[in-house]
């Protein structure tokens, strides 16, 4: 079954706008949630990652906010740039394995 | 310094067939994860591999599986290929120790497609 469920799938913004994507998990063992972006053709780049005992980490115009009562966390792209349009994918991990969200697909438009 | 590498980038191969897949880490890492990635399924965890040995398994047939060697570069095996195997295929690398540095990095991965 889908342990972490993102949304939404897929999301459209202008430029200098905030884009907002939203991941839930249901395991409580995972104790490390990254995000990751993928441009066509390419392997996933890890953009940020936070562990649960800190609720916001910001790394330029990337933040994730956690809230582990909610099981939930997201991610804010600010001043979004066209350059930003890829697919973004949240995971979570307890060890090595990786559970992946679906993935947003996310449009800047100019 | 040199990220993750993949050989081959492509791969076309018949159903029935067997393929394996090769990943280079990046220098100093020694966790190898392999994730299958469909368009239905999404990104899926393999197995991992740290010193030679498979630290964790996903949820796939025995038909997947994997080796590392002693300088970390790592192999995944598929065999009697099914269609439903066409994917890409990515390889993540990681320090893997238990220092807490736990980022996995992604190569380009290969696109395995089975007729």
């Known amino acids: 079954q889908q342990q972490v469920k993102q949304s939404p799938q897929s999301l459209i913004v202008q430029k200098g706008g905030i884009s907002i994507i939203n991941c839930a998990y249901e395991?409580?063992?995972?104790?490390?949630f990254p995000w990751y972006q993928q441009f066509p053709g390419k392997g996933p780049a890890l953009l940020i990652a936070?562990?649960?005992?800190?609720s916001e980490k910001k790394e330029g115009r990337f933040t994730i906010s956690f809230n582990k009562s909610a099981k939930q966390f997201s991610l804010h792209i600010m001043d979004s740039q066209p350059g930003d349009s890829a697919t973004y994918f949240c995971?979570?991990?307890?060890?090595?394995?990786?559970?992946f969200g679906k993935g947003t697909s996310l449009l800047v438009t100019p | 310094k040199a990220g993750v590498t993949q050989t081959p980038r492509y791969l076309i191969k018949t159903r029935g067939q067997q393929v394996t897949l090769s990943c280079s880490p990046i220098?100093?890492?020694?966790?190898v994860s392999w994730y299958q990635q469909t368009p239905g399924q999404g990104l899926q965890f393999l197995f991992e591999?740290?010193?030679?040995?498979?630290?964790n398994k996903g949820n796939f047939p025995g038909r997947f599986s994997g080796r590392q060697f002693s300088n970390s570069r790592s192999e995944m095996n598929v065999s009697t290929l099914e269609l439903g195997d066409s994917a890409l295929y990515l390889c993540?690398?990681?320090?893997?120790?238990?220092?807490?540095?736990?980022?996995?990095?992604f190569g380009p991965g290969t696109r395995l497609t089975v007729t």
């Open positions: 220098s100093g890492h020694r966790s």
């Open positions: 936070i562990r649960p005992d800190v």
């Open positions: 591999y740290f010193s030679e040995t498979q630290r």
């Open positions: 995971a979570a991990s307890k060890y090595y394995a990786l559970n």
């Open positions: 993540a690398s990681s320090r893997g120790g238990t220092g807490g540095e736990v980022e996995q990095y």
């Open positions: 395991n409580t063992a995972f104790d490390y």
